[in-house]
């Protein structure tokens, strides 16, 4: 058997900043707070617990003496603005990425459009690209876009970690209904890129293996990316859940991971699969 790994599984650079900032914080403070999970996996956030990085759902859990960091998936002006009132000392973590979907969606807004939000109702992302302009409209599926009514001038941008297929048939709804369209493509490189080497190890492997919380949008749609190429596709949060049946009469078997996804869980599920297939060779990297 052998296996072979995206080369870019698991963390983005965003998210590595951000928790490595968050380490940094907890060493330099002894304590840092960070206002709801810094990224979308459970056992990140408990080793960072485990360090002094702890989760709060509001500022005023935050002690004066201590650092509140915001986490990388972005924060809204008002807690912006509330924090800088009380003073606080503020560590930002937004990924860079993020920040450039605020700034893209505040020009659309500039220019008069109505913008759109293509991406997931409720996702902290999305909870804070919203809060930067006055009545956005949120779409997630093509479905809500035929809902739209028509309208002159809108501008749209996505949530980062969107796919590709999804938003391209909701732009093709939208230039239907708006006569004056603009969209910004903001679904970050190292998503484009994770999404584009599944789909294509999916099609080549016998068995897919997804690594990612169930709570990361971004590494459940990379199961469905993997599902609808290969239907020998599975997501694991850790090496326990992995199922030796499923590796009965595979030959290779292809690996990735959600951008919140640490090294180390990576290297314990390769680890484990290399015991399953009695495999001594190391895995190939797919880029």
Known sequence: MKIILAKDAGYCFGVREAVKVAYRESENHGEVYMLGHIVHNETVVEDLEKVGAKVVETLEQVPKDRPVLFRAHGTTPEIWSKADEEKLNIVDATCPLVTEIHEEIKQLEKEGRQTIIIGDHGHDEVIGIAAQVDYPIIISNIEEAKELKKMKSAGVVTQSTQMIENVQDIIKVLMTKVFDLRFVNTICYPTRRNH?????????????????????????????????????????????????DWFKEVEVVGISAGASTPDSIITSVTEKIRKIGNINKEEVLYD
């Open 196 to 244: 584009e080497q599944i789909k294509a190890l999916a099609e080549k492997c016998d068995l897919m293996i997804v690594i990612g919380s169930f709570t990361s949008a971004n590494s459940k749609r990379l199961t469905q990316l993997a599902l609808e190429r290969n239907s020998k596709s599975y997501q694991v949060t850790c090496a326990k859940d992995l199922n030796i």
